[in-house]
């Protein structure tokens, strides 16, 4: 996911950056600046990582800029790719969603759990590559996406985080619980998962989930 900044980068790097990205975990919002790889593909230049922790480029041709790649190596994020277009100048913030092994710590909301083609008996085909996210029925009633669209692996695992912002008030059942579904998009195909009951605070590990079962 991508954010606008209304902030500038660091007065040091003003006049002489060509465009900034700074990484944020999409579960904590600390910002992730080392065990990762950041290219602008197309570029000549490499970014320079500034003292704040943005990943900066000096001024070069802009127009050769093909594509931003993030490759998280070990850490426990998904790839992110960013076409020119996306890019927020000067600083684009980039939120990385959390891959299917993430350690998720205490008060972390959202589910875990794994996307297959058929309800068993099996044999168990993943689903892969398909987008998961968490919608939320607030207060209101009404159905609300959380901020961070996560994706399945090769064996259909994933995770999908639910983030609220301190104005956000789900519509809470008397033992604390709140509503939720799965969203998942495959391809041009968008469907969800039935109604689940979730704790903030709390992650609903192990789930799995069908792609014939869900709804349209």
Same mark, same amino acid.
């Not at 600390?30 to 490499?46: F, P, T």
């Given at each position: 996911?991508?954010?606008?900044?209304?902030?500038?980068?660091?007065?040091? &790097?003003?006049?002489?950056?060509?465009f900034? +990205?700074?990484?944020?975990? /999409?579960?904590t919002?600390?910002?992730v600046?080392r065990?990762?790889?950041?290219?602008?593909?197309?570029?000549s230049?490499?970014?320079?990582?500034s003292?704040s922790?943005?990943?900066?480029?000096?001024?070069?041709?802009?127009?050769?800029?093909?594509?931003?790649?993030?490759d998280p190596?070990?850490?426990? &994020?998904?790839?992110?790719e960013?076409t020119a277009?996306?890019?927020?100048?000067?600083?684009?913030?980039?939120?990385?969603p959390?891959?299917?092994? &993430?350690?998720?710590?205490?008060?972390?909301?959202g +589910?875990?759990?794994?996307?297959?083609?058929?309800?068993?008996?099996w044999p168990r085909?993943?689903?892969t590559k /398909?987008?998961?996210?968490? !919608?939320?029925?607030d207060?209101?009633?009404?159905? !609300?996406d959380?901020?961070?669209?996560?994706?399945?692996?090769?064996?259909?695992?994933f995770a999908?985080?639910l !983030?609220?912002?301190?104005?956000?008030?789900?519509?809470?059942?008397?033992?604390?619980?709140?509503?939720?579904?799965?969203?998942?998009?495959?391809?041009?195909?968008? !469907?969800?998962?039935?109604?689940?009951?979730?704790?903030?605070g709390? +992650?609903?590990?192990?789930?799995?989930?069908?792609?014939d079962?869900?709804?349209?």
């Amino acid at each position: 996911m991508t954010t606008r900044l209304e902030a500038a980068p660091e007065q040091a &790097y003003v006049r002489d950056v060509l465009f900034g +990205i700074e990484l944020l975990d /999409a579960v904590t919002l600390e910002r992730v600046s080392r065990g990762v790889n950041v290219e602008a593909v197309g570029l000549s230049g490499k970014p320079i990582v500034s003292a704040s922790g943005f990943f900066v480029w000096r001024p070069e041709d802009l127009s050769a800029l093909q594509k931003i790649s993030i490759d998280p190596l070990l850490l426990p &994020y998904e790839a992110v790719e960013l076409t020119a277009a996306q890019l927020e100048m000067p600083l684009t913030i980039v939120e990385l969603p959390p891959r299917a092994n &993430y350690p998720f710590g205490a008060g972390a909301t959202g +589910i875990r759990g794994a996307l297959i083609e058929t309800a068993p008996p099996w044999p168990r085909v993943p689903v892969t590559k /398909a987008e998961v996210q968490v !919608r939320w029925l607030d207060e209101t009633g009404v159905w !609300r996406d959380a901020p961070t669209v996560s994706h399945t692996n090769a064996s259909g695992d994933f995770a999908a985080v639910l !983030r609220l912002s301190p104005t956000e008030v789900p519509l809470f059942d008397a033992d604390g619980t709140f509503t939720v579904r799965l969203r998942v998009q495959r391809d041009a195909s968008e !469907r969800r998962s039935g109604d689940l009951k979730l704790k903030l605070g709390r +992650i609903a590990d192990a789930l799995t989930f069908s792609w014939d079962e869900l709804q349209p």
